[in-house]
């Protein structure tokens, strides 16, 4: 049994939950935010280009499991390669699990070997929840005019078992896949699984 009773209550609590405060073909909402190396972001910017928000937390199991098995880096390698702009979000408050320090996230990138485009600091939650951002990991695709193409989980096997990695069904690749290719998204809405976003109470 690799995962705890509590672990996989508060994965099927948070897959009911209705979670999207934007959805799919919405535009999707602009925001700035500074990243670990305390450069600023305005998604507008990357009007133009897809990009892919990722809400993170290295001391989520859920979250360790795409870190771990390297799936999460190889995402973030092989789309920021074919210009996607993918951007870490980590949205846990001051005090609360979860919450790193700029400097304890570069770290934990050089270490992970991860290559986002940028890792958000979001301690106040502000594009967690203008998002709805509810779990890590949460993943939300924006394309080149600006519009949700797809939000939810990154794969559909709600785990924390990295054995699962090589034979589950990446949600996020399938849909810039289709997406680049000129095709409508097949899925473009899914139950997010995985820790819930530590916001401030």
């Not at 925001?31 to 910017?45: E, I, P, Q, W, Y």
């Not at 989520?60 to 795409?66: F, I, R």
């Not at 951007?87 to 400097?103: C, E, I, R």
């Amino acid at each position: 049994m690799k995962r705890s009773l509590a672990t996989i209550i508060t994965a099927l609590a948070l897959t009911a939950l209705s979670f999207a405060a934007v959805k799919p073909g919405d535009a999707a909402p602009d925001f700035t935010a500074v990243d670990s190396n305390g450069r600023t972001h305005k998604l507008s910017d990357f009007k133009g280009k897809y990009v892919v928000l990722e809400w993170t937390n290295q001391g989520c199991p859920y979250t360790v499991k795409h870190y771990a098995s390297g799936n999460m880096q190889k995402l973030q390698k092989e789309w920021t390669g074919k210009g996607v702009v993918w951007l870490t979000v980590l949205s846990s408050a001051p005090g609360q699990q979860g919450h790193v320090s700029a400097q304890e996230e570069n770290a934990y990138l050089k270490k992970q070997n991860a290559s986002p485009t940028a890792a958000l600091i979001d301690e106040k939650g502000t594009v967690g929840k203008l998002y709805g951002a509810k779990t890590t990991p949460h993943m939300y695709i924006i394309d080149p005019q600006g519009k949700l193409i797809y939000a939810g989980a990154i794969d559909n096997k709600p785990t924390t078992d990295q054995s699962d990695v090589s034979s589950a069904k990446n949600y996020v690749s399938a849909a810039l896949t289709e997406a680049m290719s000129g095709k409508p998204v097949t899925t473009a809405s899914t139950s997010p699984y995985g820790c819930s976003v530590k916001y401030a109470n």
